[in-house]
């Protein structure tokens, strides 16, 4: 089996009280002054100390040979993509239900609900929230489950609430076959919701197997973190791979369709 590690620092599971508090969509962005990141400090639980994204330095991470390859079930199937949404945050898909994640560190299944992207600037400056040793991806594509196939304000109470699958997305001019055809379907659909609050069907027949291509999905780091928006519930059980999903560099610049600059600073511990 390769390998899995789980980052020392983060063994000790904090329960906190999850209480949610309702923050309105405008107390916080990415790129002014009023509203961004190093302002949320003060919002829900965005002060505390289970937060994410977090830079994965992997000399510190530790092998846990009871953690295997995930278990996805009904990710092949390519029905399940339905409505895309410009959030004015960020591209929103929301999935039929029956896709399933279970495996070795998960109390339960959990049900994925829905998908979304967080990017910089095509391949010249990239915007993955996550890091590895300090390097930052082009994209980073989150898969959100709930336990149990909670609601999302029910799950976002429980600190072991939510799974997000978290897979980086790297320009490679490499890229090319099914992996390559999967993405350039999908993101055709991006020019349909360029403007905030829009909501489209997915005109495609792709499954997210197809988007995830053949990242290897036993090499993993796993730690507990929290949501990584306002409020910054500390609910979430992280999987992030290690292998980057491969496009071509060309399907990385219509993100900027959405009309949404979604460039994070630097520092954004
Ligand atoms: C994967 O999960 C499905 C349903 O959630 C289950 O039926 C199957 O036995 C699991 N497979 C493994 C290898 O654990
Ligand atoms: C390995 O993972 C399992 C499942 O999450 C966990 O219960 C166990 O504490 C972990 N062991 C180490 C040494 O991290
Ligand atoms: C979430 O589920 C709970 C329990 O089933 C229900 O009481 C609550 O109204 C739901 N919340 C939303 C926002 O749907
Ligand atoms: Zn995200």
Redesign the pocket.
Known sequence: MAPVWLPKAFLVVLLLSGGSHAISDDAWCYNQPRCEPNTWVTLGQCGGNRQSPIDIISGKATHNQSLGAVNLTGYGDHKKLLNIKNTGKTVDIELASGLLLSGHGLSAPYTAKAFHFHWGDGASKPGSEHYINGKRYSMELHIVHTKNN?????AAKDPEGIAVLAFFVEGSKNAKGKTAGAWEAFIKNLEKVSVKGKEEELDTTISLLDLLGSTDLARYYRYLGSLTTPGCNEVVIWTIFADPILVPPKWLRPFHLTSMPQILPEDHS
């Open positions: 909670k609601n999302i304000s029910d």
